[in-house]
């Protein structure tokens, strides 16, 4: 039974999915839900590790049949581990930064990579499930094989904090602190591609609530926050950054939905009932933004993931859109 391998590769067919799932969920969120996701996440990891003395076995056998395509399974098991592998490592805090990418680019980055070449495997490769792959005792091993890898997991943590290696100190998001209350140490970061534009304070205008608005007219806001930007690369930074509320500058602006743009085109949609905890910032700790972070402007969005944190922003503009009528994440 267990040689035909179908359970095995099932088991990790929902694995991978739910890894893939919580692992976006994660990200979705900057609050208390993150850390539930990513239990799943990582007892999910931990199964799939579990999984792999079972997986080898098939896939050697796989491998002695000469079948076109072979080399795409290879791949997808290389790029499996590479994810893994970094996920690991960041996890623990072994190695979190490798040059100016993150254990966790690498970590998304793989598991990203390996989605085309999965799909092509499932459907290149059929499982026949027969009545007995999912039977009852089955699916016991299965429940006790998950709850192995919970503790497992539970267990990694625990082995962390006893050896006081740094992954002890990430915060609920699986983040690192770097640089908090030290804007010239903070992380300059970005979601993909962009790059950071030059920006002329005289020429910048803000569009927002129907008006345009100088660089200075902007600065003249004092309105203060503390607020921690947590990149999905795998830093926090807890800054004190000033500026104005965004409910101030967009008067009485009627939608229900407010987007905010950067001058390089990246941007996100928010409620427009949101307004009144976001900030448009010009400074942060008493010094006005440098252009990494964001000069002459970017937004500040408390309890909301880094990739939020528009910056370089020229208008803020209300409409009727929902504000979910966006792609969930970033596309630039
Ligand atoms: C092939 C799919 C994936 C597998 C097998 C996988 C597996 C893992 C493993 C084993 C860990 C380490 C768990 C630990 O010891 O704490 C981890 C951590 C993490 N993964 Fe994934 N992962 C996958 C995809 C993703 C994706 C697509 C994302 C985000 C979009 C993601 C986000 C994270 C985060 C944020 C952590 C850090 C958790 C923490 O430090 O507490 N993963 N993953
Ligand atoms: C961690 C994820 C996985 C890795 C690294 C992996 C890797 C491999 C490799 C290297 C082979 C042998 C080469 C080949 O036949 O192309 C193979 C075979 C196979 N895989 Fe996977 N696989 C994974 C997940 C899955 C999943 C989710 C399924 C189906 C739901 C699946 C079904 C199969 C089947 C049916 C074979 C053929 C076995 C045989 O010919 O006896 N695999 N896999
Ligand atoms: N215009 C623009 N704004 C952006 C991004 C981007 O790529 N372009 N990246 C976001 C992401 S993913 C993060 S984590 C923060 C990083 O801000 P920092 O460079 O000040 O640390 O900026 C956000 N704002
Ligand atoms: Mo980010």
């Known amino acids: 039974m267990i040689a035909r391998g179908a359970t095995t590769n099932l088991a990790l067919l929902g694995l991978l999915a739910a890894a893939f799932l919580t692992g976006w969920l994660a990200f979705a969120f900057a609050t208390a839900p993150a850390r539930w996701s990513l239990v799943v996440h990582a ?7 579990a999984l792999l003395p079972w997986k080898s076995m098939i896939a050697r056998r796989g491998l002695e049949r000469p079948r076109p395509g072979r080399w795409a399974s290879v791949l997808m098991g290389v790029l499996v ?3 893994m592998g970094a996920g690991l490592l960041h996890s623990t805090g072994l190695l979190v930064d490798w040059g100016s990418l993150t254990a966790m680019d690498f970590h998304v980055g793989a598991a990203l990579a390996a989605v085309p070449l999965a799909i092509w495997h499932v459907a ?3 499982v026949r499930v027969r009545p007995t ?5 089955r699916l016991l091993r299965g429940g006790a094989a998950l709850a192995t890898a919970t503790a497992a997991y539970a267990a990694s943590e625990v082995v962390v904090r006893i050896t006081g290696l740094p992954g002890a100190t990430r915060r609920f998001t699986g983040s690192y602190e770097s640089g908090s209350f030290r804007p010239d140490l903070m992380p300059v970061s970005s979601w993909m591609f962009d790059a950071i534009p030059n920006m002329d304070q005289d020429a910048w205008r803000l569009r927002a609530g129907g008006r345009g608005w100088t660089y200075d007219e902007l600065f003249a806001f004092d309105d203060r926050v503390t607020a921690t930007l947590d990149c999905t690369g ?6 004190e950054w000033a500026g104005a509320r965004l409910d101030r500058l967009l008067g009485a602006a009627a939608g229900t ?20 905890s976001m900030f448009l910032a010009t400074r942060v700790g008493g010094q006005a933004l440098d252009a990494g972070h964001g000069f002459p402007a970017r937004l500040v969005v408390p309890d909301a993931r880094g990739f939020w944190w528009v910056k370089w922003v020229t208008s803020i503009e209300a409409d009727d859109l929902p504000h979910w009528w966006q792609s969930p994440f970033p596309l630039q």
Do not use: H, K, M
């Open 124 to 126: 290149a490769r059929r």
């Open 133 to 137: 792959d999912l039977s009852r005792r």
């Open 234 to 239: 795998g830093f926090y930074s807890t800054q």
């Open 43 to 49: 007892a999910a990891g931990f199964a799939i590790l």
């Open 257 to 276: 939905s407010i987007r905010v743009t950067s001058s390089t085109g990246y941007g996100r949609r928010f409620p427009l009932e949101n307004a009144r």
């Open 81 to 83: 581990l590479v994810s």
